[in-house]
């Protein structure tokens, strides 16, 4: 019996477009690939996630690789998020001096409870 092995012919798992394995904004690890769905012009759509919570994707429509979650460690990120988060505290705070009943306050305050400033 021989102990040779055998090579595989199978190739890893590789997206075609999105090349870079670092985040653009603060250079954390790739924790997800994905190639799903093939465009009627041959190309996979892929989706790349960064440990950061950043995600890029290629769409094959326009041959074009677009931004579909913003890294939040870059510093414009940081500062538009202080920013929403001022306007919302802004926002509760002139709701709170209006002069309507308890209710409308509340039903007010509550219409931001689902308001996702995070992205």
Same mark, same amino acid.
């Given at each position: 019996m021989s102990s040779t092995k055998r090579k595989s012919n199978i190739e890893p798992f590789k997206l075609n477009h999105l090349v870079d394995e670092t985040c653009d904004g603060c250079g954390s690890e790739t924790v997800a690939i994905e190639k799903n769905g093939r465009h009627c012009n041959g190309e996979w759509f892929e989706t790349r996630r960064f440990s950061c919570?950043?995600?890029? @994707?290629?769409?094959? &429509?326009?041959?074009?690789? *677009?931004?579909? !979650?913003?890294?939040? &460690? !870059? *510093? @414009? &990120? @940081?500062l538009m998020m202080i920013k929403r988060r001022t306007a919302l505290e802004s926002l509760q705070q002139y709701i709170e001096k209006l002069d309507v009943d308890k209710d409308c306050k509340q039903r007010l305050v509550d219409a931001f409870k689902y308001f996702n400033i995070g992205r």
């Open positions: 919570g950043a995600r890029i @994707k290629f769409v094959p &429509n326009y041959s074009r690789v *677009e931004v579909d !979650t913003p890294c939040p &460690n !870059t *510093e @414009k &990120n @940081k």
